[in-house]
């Protein structure tokens, strides 16, 4: 049985004093949940505020993205070891909004997650088609590459140590939930090709994610599909009563 995983991500969201009451209010209501992983990714600004507020606690925070250099002459990039040293224990990779707003690839996704497993973080890779991808009756190919690309130039061991998240575009941010059965098809398809790429048993112990307007309301749906493994979920983790009432869908 694979242990579940529920991240939020916060994208360019909350101050400091925000992000204390965040953990604040937080805390008290996940204290009992020992079913999952729990994971924030605030933005870099906030890294330091939630380690500290989350001290103690078992929620562990996560970067939301990280250079693929370890360091050097290159303005606005944050390190993996920086990260790892202000007390990060996950790192978002591949988001599509650093996709597609930033027009990350496939390489930059496979150096990054190289970046962030040789600094001892663990890298949730993020794949996922656009509507018209969908549409166009792409989606297979297009995890099938972005799997190949990125967590498929990995070595087993290397492999061994990642989570990943199917996030379909067409459901991020939009209030568009892919259904359970989607999400699960989309899921099978990439344990599919984790065991073609390394091995049945790396494949069946992958961990892999569902994000896209995860609520309150549809986790119990999505989380009963055995082929999903948890959420990374954006808007309704910057809400502490309802990241929470996510996080205890049990
Ligand atoms: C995300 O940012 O990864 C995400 C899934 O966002 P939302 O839950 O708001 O769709």
Redesign the pocket.
Known sequence: MRRRVIAG?W?MYKTLAETRAFFSAFLPLVSNAKHCDIAVAPPFTALSTAVEAAKGSSVAIAGQNVSWSKEGAFTGEVSAPMLAEVGCRYVIIG?S?RRQVFRETDDNVAKKTLMALSSGLTPIV?LGETQEERDAGLAEEVLSRQFTGGPGALTAEEFSRILI?Y?PVW????GRTATPEIAAEAHSLLRRCAGENFSVHLASALRILY????KPDNIQGLMAQEELDGA??????LDAKSFAAIVNFV
């Not at 459901?171 to 939009?174: K, N, S």
């Not at 994000?211 to 995860?214: A, E, L, Y």
């Not at 990374?232 to 983790?237: D, E, F, K």
């Open positions: 991500n994208k988001h909004e993020c998240a996030e459901a991020i941010g939009t994000g896209g307007s995860v990374l979920v954006g808007g309704a983790s």
